[in-house]
């Protein structure tokens, strides 16, 4: 089945021209919902001398309200609940594709983003991250152009542990994790889509849950990875950028459910090549009682520089429960 979903917002324009923002993902304000922020990654100034990459971050009516300058981020991700002193707060990575490192955040009281660590990576061409947090163990992992896939346990804000090591065939670079269902999902960007446990050890090798074929729902370029939770079941939003269409996955049963691209709405335009993809599960106040979609727009027209577009989980929920599987 295919259905088509409509932006209810798009954010303020990417600051340059051109491939210059990717991933994004939404920081959730517990006690005053409609404050929460969306985080995304600045990682090309496409400009000559080049001009600062950083983070840029949102309110829910798109307004940028923060450049956080520094490093090239790519992929960014978020786990709630880490330990900072007394404190539980929302604990912040992100990949950096120049220096191949990864960075920690956070949010201080006033919602500003800061940075408090850089840690390597033995990733070459560093481009995806996943977060996840298993018996209060926050980790994540680091994903490279190459297939390669590294897993770090974060001890504390100045140690973190490599775990494991897992080889990909080819460049891949979205990923997400599913708590409830012990695993990791990879997207190898023109072969398929791979999963891994949580807790693998490096001898236990990737297992497909679909690849790209001439009439399957995946073709070359599979970018971001999403869950979206609907109750107890739970699917996987998949962006197969080159189509211009997101492909979704039932996680109960491994099998394909249905596609959908985003087209216009009023003076928001459609939604093209989608790198980054992130799905809020949690109400967020009047303008999104259900939650939200974020996803990345290759060509915000009429105007040339990037942006990320908002749309209704509960859209995308209602399209899905109509889908016959």
Known sequence: MNFLLYPEIETDPSPYPGDSVDDAVVWYNSEKPEQSLVLTTLKASNQHPVLPTGILTYDLQGNQRQFLKGGTPNNIDLRSGFPFGDQRQSLIAASHWYSGK????RLDA??????????????DKLRGLCMGKLNDQFFYFAIGG???????????LNHVILEGRWQLESESEGCVVDEV???VYIAEENRGIWYLPLNASENTNPTLLDHVRFFGPLAKGIEGLAM??????RYLV?????KNRFAVYNLTTNRYVASFRINSKGSIDGVTKTDGVEIMNKPLGAQFPQGLMVVHDDKNEPQSNQSFKFVSRG???????ESPH
């Open 110 to 123: 006033n919602r500003k983003l800061t940075e408090l660590k850089l840690f390597d990576t033995g990733v």
């Open 181 to 183: 269902g012990n695993r």
């Open 228 to 233: 979206l939770k609907d109750g107890e079941q």
């Open 146 to 156: 190459t297939g390669t896939i590294e897993r770090y346990r974060i001890i504390d």
């Open 238 to 242: 998949a962006s197969v950028q080159e």
């Open 315 to 321: 859209a995308l929920l209602d399209a899905i429960r």
């Open 102 to 105: 990864v960075g920690l955040y």
